[in-house]
């Protein structure tokens, strides 16, 4: 059986965290290398309870990484890291999940604006493949360099693309409004993001201008063929993990509640990650730390309007677990490899 040696870039922060525990634990992959300014010296094993082989890992320094002994990179970094890490890697011969916003974009004009720095790889962002299996499967078979999707952006694709692809909702004037819970800020100390001032709390942020907004509208155009100016307001909740979000479209003509909940569900029929189910029923405990998304339709017929739903694990469905199934993807394995026991 083939397996593979990869290393997690970045390991100390929640995304990083996820990705060590599954690839620890996953039959074809041996962790080699793990990376972390925080706990630079320290063993695997003091920090998360894993597999000895794993567990006797030492932490080394993010200086190190471009040395990296794998042969994949899964780079849980900031994007302007991995937009300067992952060509070097590339370089080596190493394949690269990367994990951050750095190659989600095709347009590296859109980089200044939306992610603050100026895109200095334009070929890599030609050659990066969208590791939304669901969507994007046919183009990740024996990929290089892998672009994990956002959390936001993956509840919200998933839930809009095949709607807009059916024909039955519109393409422009999509509204969408999502919660997540407080690790999708990443493991940074911050006063906003402390007990007391997220707990028995809601807050709205980055109302327009968060950085998935283009990678949402991206990912529609591109997998259901047409996608207008998307209007999202992110919620910050009191919870540990966890998105919901809730699509607000616009039907093209007369439809049923039946014949949207079909056009859904046929999109995914057979895939092992995704369930399709009452609108008000889909729930956020049902996915945490679970590879699953759940997404469930309803016709709001006296407004003429279309609301779906969408339920993942930010940490699992929206980063780490997918990024295994993204590679799982590219390598040709079976997508549940080493995520098929995970529950929520």
């Known amino acids: 059986m083939q397996t593979l040696t990869a290393a ?29 300014d925080r706990w630079a010296g320290e063993t695997a094993g003091a920090r998360l309870p894993l597999p000895a082989e794993a567990a006797s890992l030492a932490y080394g320094p993010l200086s190190g990484s471009e040395a990296v002994d794998a042969e994949v990179a899964f780079l849980a970094t900031p994007a302007e ?8 890697l590339l370089a080596r011969g190493l394949k690269v999940v990367d994990l951050s916003g750095a190659f989600r974009l095709a347009d590296a004009a859109a980089y200044p604006g939306w992610y603050g720095f100026d895109h200095q790889h334009p070929a890599l962002l030609a050659e990066a493949r969208y590791g939304l299996p669901e969507l994007a499967r046919a183009t990740l078979a024996g990929a290089r360099l892998v672009t994990n999707p956002g959390c936001y ?13 059916s024909g039955l909702c519109s393409a422009s004037g999509i509204a969408v409004t999502g919660l997540s819970g407080v690790s999708g800020a990443g493991r940074k100390a911050s006063e906003d993001y402390s007990f007391c001032e997220v707990d028995e709390d809601l807050r709205a942020y980055r109302i327009g201008r968060h950085q998935h907004v283009p990678e949402i509208e991206q990912t529609v ?35 049923t509640a039946g014949q949207l909940t079909e056009a859904l569900a046929a999109a995914y029929a057979g895939e092992p990650f995704v369930k399709v189910m009452a609108a008000d029923k889909v729930q956020v405990k049902d996915v945490a730390r679970s590879n699953r998304a759940h997404l469930g339709v309803a016709l709001d017929a006296r407004a ?26 590219a ?12 529950g929520g």
């Not at 890291?81 to 070097?88: D, F, G, M």
């Not at 390598?331 to 995970?342: F, K, N, Q, V």
């Open 8 to 36: 997690v870039v970045g390991a100390s922060g929640y995304s990083g965290l996820e990705l060590t525990r599954l690839l620890a634990r996953h039959p074809r992959v041996r962790l080699t290398a793990l990376t972390s």
């Open 331 to 342: 390598l040709g394995w079976p997508e549940a490899t080493g995520l098929d026991l995970l």
């Open 304 to 329: 003429g309007a279309v609301v779906v739903v969408s339920a993942i694990d930010n940490l699992v469905k929206g980063a780490a677990g997918q990024a295994v199934q993204a590679m799982n993807a």
């Open 81 to 88: 890291v991995s937009h300067q890490l992952a060509p070097t």
């Open 221 to 255: 155009a591109r997998y259901a063929g047409a996608c207008g100016g998307l209007s999202f307001t992110p919620v910050l909740v009191p919870l540990r993990r966890g998105i919901l979000a809730s699509c607000v479209l616009r039907l093209t003509g007369p439809a």
């Open 153 to 165: 952006a993956t509840a919200i694709a998933l839930a809009v693309a095949p709607l807009v692809r």
